[in-house]
């Protein structure tokens, strides 16, 4: 597996989302796919200061998502709201 340079990171500053208009907030992301070869997984790694979302509400009907929080806490929106810390 190659390194994965710092520089992979991009910036994105809080804008309306084009379909919902919900803003999420500044958020930096680095989709790890490409960078290291995936072709059957998909990782999307996201630094996300307090405040912004990773995302609107949305579903898959046919893929599964997984989170998996490094450090500091979030809430998980599915039916209820689900607390979740670092680990």
Known sequence: MPKIP?????????APHPVSGQTDGPYSEMPLGDLVGL????????????GSRS???HWH???????????????L?????????AG
Do not use: K, N
Request: proline residues 4%; without cysteine.
């Open 55 to 57: 995302s609107h509400r």
């Open 77 to 85: 929106i599915e039916e209820g709201e689900v607390a979740l810390v």
């Open 39 to 50: 072709t059957q997984y998909g990782v999307h790694l996201e630094r996300l200061p307090p």
């Open 6 to 14: 710092a520089s992979a990171w991009r910036d994105h500053e809080a």
């Open 61 to 75: 009907e046919e893929e599964d998502e997984f989170v998996y929080l490094l450090s500091g806490e979030l809430v």
